[in-house]
């Protein structure tokens, strides 16, 4: 067997040195993590790697932890950048509404939330007109498989169940329900919060309800999607809204009451149940 050359001992070097890297960032403890990915999603919007930064707001928002106000921000960025300004602009006004006017970037978010109302505008303007039969930049439409495509592209995932996963929860995220309605605290979670995760043609809807005492009680809904109609039904009353279990019609989700937002995570649970249906 050939010795080993002094460069490939160096290369050898190199990829143990990258593996312990890799080892010692896996185990940071979730609050150090949190940390890195906000420096990294800093440093890649601030050199416009859109790309780079929606890999790393992905993985903050898998991450079982508090983040910053900033998240918000910049996913909010990122969002427009990508021509979804219904996210981007709900993304901008919770860090609007955590941060407060002392936030590092609350000039900039409101100057992008102007943006986001000018470029709706001239979208619909140019959807009067007739000038565009493609798929209006400011609407994101309950079906279609450009829309899917483009949510893969802003998630980088590979499927449309992974892209419809990473979206519900990042929509989920916005809208915890909270008791006390008046104040909303960047370090105070809501009293209710849901997250959804897929295993084969089931969706699982996991809530988090806090109870007296700061202690969390967790519960999961399992729905199979077999045989399920996939227009899910959703209302707002009295500060509160609530999606409808396309099964039966009982409560399935209490959310916070901005409507808009409701029927966005109530269209695309329906869209998810459409894919998980059409995959079987």
Same mark, same amino acid.
């Given at each position: 067997m050939a010795k080993p050359t002094r460069v490939t001992a160096l290369v050898r070097s190199m990829v143990l040195a990258s593996a312990l890297g890799a080892g010692q960032a896996a185990a940071l403890a979730p609050e150090h993590e949190v940390r890195r990915l906000m420096l990294a999603t800093e440093e890649a919007v601030t050199s416009?790697?859109?790309?780079?930064?929606a890999g790393y707001l992905n993985r903050l928002q898998q991450l079982e932890a508090d983040r910053p106000a900033s998240y918000l921000f910049f996913r909010g960025k990122v969002m427009l950048q990508s021509a979804h300004y219904? *996210?981007?602009?709900?993304?901008? *006004?919770g860090y609007i509404k955590h941060a407060g006017t002392d936030g590092q970037y609350y000039r900039e978010a409101l100057q992008?939330? =102007?943006?986001? *109302?000018k470029a709706r505008k001239e979208a619909d303007r140019a959807s009067a007109n007739g000038q565009g039969e493609s798929e209006p930049v400011a609407v994101i439409r309950p079906a279609g498989e450009e829309t899917l495509d483009s949510l893969r592209k802003l998630y980088l995932a590979d499927t449309d169940? *992974?892209?419809?996963?990473?979206?519900?929860?990042?929509?989920?995220?916005?809208?915890?329900?909270?008791?006390n309605q008046t104040v909303v605290?960047?370090?105070?979670?809501?009293?209710?919060?849901?997250?959804?995760?897929? =295993?084969?043609?089931t969706i699982q809807i996991q809530e988090a309800r806090r109870e007296q005492g700061d202690r969390i009680n967790h519960d999961t809904e399992t729905l199979d999607v077999f045989g399920v109609n996939p227009q899910v039904r959703w209302d707002c009353q009295s500060g509160t809204c609530w999606i409808y279990d396309p099964r039966n019609g009982d409560r399935l989700m209490q959310l916070s009451?901005?409507?808009?937002?409701?029927?966005?995570?109530?269209?695309?649970?329906?869209?998810?149940?459409? =894919?998980?249906?059409n995959a079987g």
């Open positions: 416009e790697q859109w790309g780079e930064a219904n *996210e981007a602009r709900s993304a901008l *006004e992008l939330i =102007t943006r986001i *109302e169940r *992974e892209a419809l996963v990473l979206h519900l929860n990042s929509l989920l995220q916005l809208a915890g329900w909270r008791q605290m960047l370090d105070a979670p809501p009293d209710i919060a849901y997250r959804v995760s897929v =295993t084969g043609g009451g901005n409507a808009e937002r409701a029927s966005e995570i109530a269209r695309n649970l329906g869209r998810l149940i459409r =894919t998980l249906q």
